[in-house]
């Protein structure tokens, strides 16, 4: 019997947010379809090639990887790419910073942020934060993030909780009257969402452009956590700051 805790090759990544119902606890079914659609889109039709080559058509098919460790490290890149790329983003972020009804589900997207520019164990520690909430996107992330350092007992930990955590119910169908319907606004100028997805596609690690990543460099610091040192705090106009509005 394999040991939970073991390194096992790693899975495509569709098939990693299937299982784990990626995005579907924090966007509807309807954004995870679409984010799904861009992405498809920029493999282009030759989708049997895995060797991280050329297609005809000039654009690169998708990598897989040696290890276990590699192959983390990249779907957790895709999966902080998806997330910046859902239309809820904006929304879910600002909610993180209402201090009435502060939202766990904005605290991936703040994660995803952290993660993309270099901040790794603040982003740890947002996720952390989600995952306490009840997020099962973020106790997949954590599964990843574990699993790409080789700590595979943690890795475990997280995988069952992504298992664990009831996904948010998929609405049937519109709201209701009287219903308030999500907020869907673009956290991302457009170029730079669909280019973190192009960079993911081509094998690498997504980064921001200077200036969006100078945004988040610049972002109010609370001391050292014990754990997980300078955590980064988000602030009430980060959303408007990031998407030029």
């Not at 990544?13 to 889109?41: G, H």
């Not at 993030?145 to 664990?164: C, G, I, L, M």
């Not at 300078?230 to 408007?240: M, N």
Request: proline fraction near 9%; charged fraction near 25%; glycine fraction near 8%.
């Amino acid at each position: 019997m394999r040991r939970t805790d073991d390194p096992t090759p790693g899975a495509p990544i569709d098939l990693l947010l299937d299982d784990a119902e990626v995005l579907r606890d924090t966007y509807d079914e309807r954004d995870t379809e679409a984010a799904r659609a861009r992405r498809a889109a920029h493999r282009g039709d030759r989708t049997d090639r895995t060797d991280g080559t050329d297609t005809a058509d000039g654009t690169a098919v998708p990598h897989r990887f040696p290890s276990a460790h590699e192959q983390a490290a990249h779907d957790l890149s895709l999966a902080v790419a998806l997330v910046l790329n859902a239309p809820e983003a904006a929304g879910a972020l600002t909610r993180l910073v209402d201090h009435d009804r502060i939202d766990p589900e904005g605290a991936v997207v703040f994660a995803a942020l952290l993660q993309l520019t270099g901040h790794h164990e603040a982003a740890q520690f947002w996720w952390q934060f989600a995952a306490g909430g009840g997020n099962r996107t973020a106790a997949f992330c954590l599964f990843l993030t574990h699993r790409r350092r080789a700590e595979f007992k943690d890795a475990a930990y997280w995988r069952a909780q992504s298992r664990r955590l009831p996904g948010r119910p998929v609405p049937p169908g519109p709201p209701g009257p009287g219903a308030a319907a999500p907020t869907l606004s673009a956290l991302l100028p457009e170029a730079v969402r669909h280019e973190l997805l192009g960079q993911c596609h081509r094998g690498r690690h997504p980064s921001l452009p200077a200036p969006l990543e100078a945004v988040i460099n610049r972002l109010r610091v609370d001391g050292d956590d014990e754990d997980f040192g300078e955590v980064p705090q988000p602030g009430a106009g980060l959303a408007a700051e990031l998407s030029g509005r």
